[in-house]
């Protein structure tokens, strides 16, 4: 049987080594005929030459051969090895044959050691390359997510790990956190991509502001409601370098890249202090606020503001304030009440 040829193709086709493949071949052979003759100890090669399968059998040398598939006389044995002795162990072609079911176990082996090593040439690839943001195009849009080819490779980003309301087509150019590399294939997906979580905006970040990525610039909190808003705290510890500014850039030229990538979704910037009313107070941004009253353990907060504010601090389905009250890890809520309630509280207490 010739296999150079199906294996010239398979190297072709997969770009693995031609011994590697070789290899595989005549595991998958001799896993046939195990099937097969299960007590025959059987092995398999290919003949660089001829590029033929050999097949051979360990047999016994005997006196009166009983069983053809596991014994030889004594005379066809010395014919292969002349100073061959009884009860020797010789290995000899092997004649019997195999039929569809083994061929189709010996195509099963092949697929399979072919998976595991291609797997583990992409688990060497991108393991380094974990919690990094790639960059590829969309190759296939399916119900539960979308296939992204990255270099020569496919990952893919699941429906549960993409932004709510985006929409993708093939050859779409697209920007994506590896969240995680598998050892081996889960639901034949290898790599897999992640564009929801805070994470992802925060490498944004680390890519477009080179102060943030050398670290002048300190991410303390980032939080996000994936396709609405993401906020983010920053600090410095240089009284040169303004930690908002710098991230906002001269005419939002550094904040731009990342909106871009981000679609409709909105950032708010603010600078982190200890000071807790204040955090509160840049927290709770577009909106503005009159008076924050903090409870003694720190963990909640009442928030006057004028009614026009209101819808502002609370965002679409309240996820302003609660994004506010992630950010600043304290529980917010908002006063019930106008203005001039507030200013009537104000004088009362003076």
């Not at 994506?176 to 598998?182: N, S």
Request: charged residues 30%.
């Amino acid at each position: 049987m010739k296999l150079f040829d199906v294996i010239e193709a398979l190297v072709e086709e997969r770009g693995l080594e031609k011994d590697v493949l070789t290899s595989i071949v005549c595991e998958g052979m001799l896993a046939a005929y195990q099937k097969r003759y299960p007590l025959v100890n059987v092995r398999v090669q290919v003949d660089k030459k001829s590029g033929e399968l050999l097949v051979e059998a360990e047999k016994k040398v005997v006196v009166s051969v009983e069983n053809d598939d596991t014994e030889i006389s004594l005379r066809k044995a010395r014919n292969i090895e002349k100073n061959t002795e009884l009860d020797e162990l010789l290995w000899v072609p092997f004649e019997g044959s195999i039929g569809r079911i083994e061929i189709l176990r010996a195509k099963q082996v092949i697929a399979q050691k072919i998976k595991e090593i291609e797997a583990l040439e992409v688990y060497n690839e991108f393991k380094d390359k974990e919690g990094m943001i790639l960059q590829g195009v969309v190759h296939k849009v399916e119900q539960n997510g979308v296939l992204v080819k990255i270099q020569d490779y496919l990952a893919f980003l699941p429906r549960s790990l993409s932004v709510p309301g985006e929409k993708y087509s093939p050859n779409f150019p697209i920007k994506a956190l590896l969240k995680e590399v598998l050892e081996q294939p889960r639901n034949e997906n290898q790599l897999i991509l992640d564009r929801s979580s805070a994470e992802f905006v925060k490498k944004l970040f680390e890519i477009e502001i080179p102060e943030v990525f050398e670290q002048l610039v300190e991410i303390k909190k980032i939080v996000r409601v994936a396709g609405y808003k993401t906020k983010v705290a920053v600090t410095s510890y240089d009284a040169n370098i303004d930690p908002v500014g710098t991230c906002v850039g001269v005419n939002g030229v550094r904040i731009k890249p990342i909106l871009k990538d981000l679609g409709s979704e909105k950032i708010d910037i603010v600078a982190w202090t200890d000071v807790k009313e204040q955090f509160i107070k840049s927290s709770l941004k577009p909106a503005e606020i009159n008076r924050i009253d903090i409870s003694d353990d720190e963990k909640s907060a009442l928030v006057w503001l004028d009614d026009d504010q209101r819808s502002l601090a609370i965002g679409k389905m309240g996820q302003n304030i609660n994004l506010a009250s992630e950010l600043s890890g304290v529980q917010i809520e908002l006063a019930q009440g106008k203005k001039e309630d507030l200013d009537k509280k104000l004088r009362a207490e003076f």
